[in-house]
């Protein structure tokens, strides 16, 4: 991961129903066109914190699916929404995942 970049140039590509824009594509690498440390984010997973949540579940899902998909259902804070995708959601299902987090930050006002 830290080396290859294989995050942004294998699993987002992999994980989406459609293919994604060269324009698209750059903005992902942007933040991780720098080999080590910078693709740190890429490995780190929010488990056990108080801070609110949405999990935006994909139907039929990819690789968050069976008992890692029950694990994330466990964090603390969070509410659920399942959404039409594989694993890059916002790519397959912008909309409903725009209007499930407008929703959902109402509530948390």
Not at 31 to 42: I, M
Not at 66 to 88: D, I, K, M, N, S
Request: charge should be negative; include cysteine.
């Amino acid at each position: 991961m830290l080396a290859e970049n294989v995050f942004v140039e294998k699993v987002l590509p992999a994980g989406t129903l459609r293919r994604l824009t060269t324009d698209e594509m750059d903005a992902y690498r942007t933040p991780y066109r720098e080999p080590g440390e910078s693709r740190r984010p890429t490995l780190t997973w929010m488990a056990a914190s108080p801070v609110p949540k949405l999990f935006v579940n994909g139907d039929p899902g990819a690789l968050l699916t069976g008992p890692l998909r029950e694990q994330c259902r466990r964090w603390p804070a969070q509410e659920e929404v399942t959404v039409p995708g594989l694993h890059f959601l916002p790519e397959d299902s912008a909309p409903a995942i725009a209007s499930a987090l407008d929703a959902w930050l109402g509530r948390l006002a």
